[in-house]
Each structure stands twice: as structure tokens, then as C-alpha cells.
Nanobody, 124 residues
């Protein structure tokens, strides 16, 4: 049973930075694709970033966060991170960590495992 536990959310001001963490248990991080999604009130859950490990590790970002965010991981800690810089009010959402076997995907329905979410609120 794969379990994901996020942390690191909070209330910040526009222009600030945050690092979200997701501890993965039940499978080694390197055997999974890890992704971050977010869901704002009244909106559908949307893709933020994903990383697939292996030879030629692949990362992919949504256009809305590209250049401001970095997804990374620590295999020794079985933890995946999302560093977000220059945060904007439109980044306000609940952020979810997700995982799936196989190659990365931007689709919510492709991910088998989900964390409980962590709230990020950016004030203007």
C-alpha cells in the first residue's frame, strides 16, 4: 500500500517562496512517477509538475508554474519536493502529491496514489 503525506503549505505573501514536501511510503520513490497537482476553490484539480526517475530523469511542468517551480526528490528519504518561488495569488490552492507506476502523465486520472493535500494561500 503506497501512502503519501504532504507538508509545507501555509499563508505567504506574493513574491514569497515555499517548499512542499511529500513523504512516500510503501514503494521506493525511484520506482514511481511523482506528481504535484493543485485544486483551487470551485475549480478542477490541475497538473503542476511531475518527475519520472531513471536513466535520463524526466521532469515536466505546467506552463503556469514553469520557471518559478522546481520538482525534485531525495531517494534516501523517499521524499519528493516542490519548490515554488515568486508565488502569486493565483497559486492559491490545495496542493496534492500523487504517484503512479510508469512514465509521467499530466492527467489526474492516470495517478493511482494521492496524499491528503496541503493548503497554500498567497496574499496580494
Amino acid at each position: 500500500q503506497v501512502q503519501l503525506v504532504e507538508s509545507g503549505g501555509g499563508l505567504v505573501q506574493a513574491g514569497d517562496s515555499l517548499r512542499l514536501s511529500c513523504v512516500v511510503s510503501g514503494r521506493t520513490l525511484s520506482s514511481l512517477t511523482s506528481g504535484w497537482f493543485r485544486q483551487a476553490p470551485g475549480k478542477e484539480r490541475e497538473f503542476v509538475a511531475a518527475i519520472t526517475w531513471g536513466v535520463g530523469t524526466k521532469v515536466i511542468y505546467a506552463d503556469s508554474v514553469k520557471g518559478r517551480s522546481t520538482i525534485s526528490g531525495d531517494n534516501a528519504k523517499n521524499t519528493v519536493y516542490l519548490q515554488m518561488n515568486n508565488l502569486k495569488p493565483e497559486d492559491t490552492a490545495v496542493y496534492y502529491c500523487a504517484a503512479k507506476p510508469g512514465i509521467w502523465s499530466t492527467e489526474v486520472r492516470r495517478y493511482d496514489y494521492w496524499g491528503q493535500g496541503t493548503q497554500v494561500t498567497v496574499s496580494s
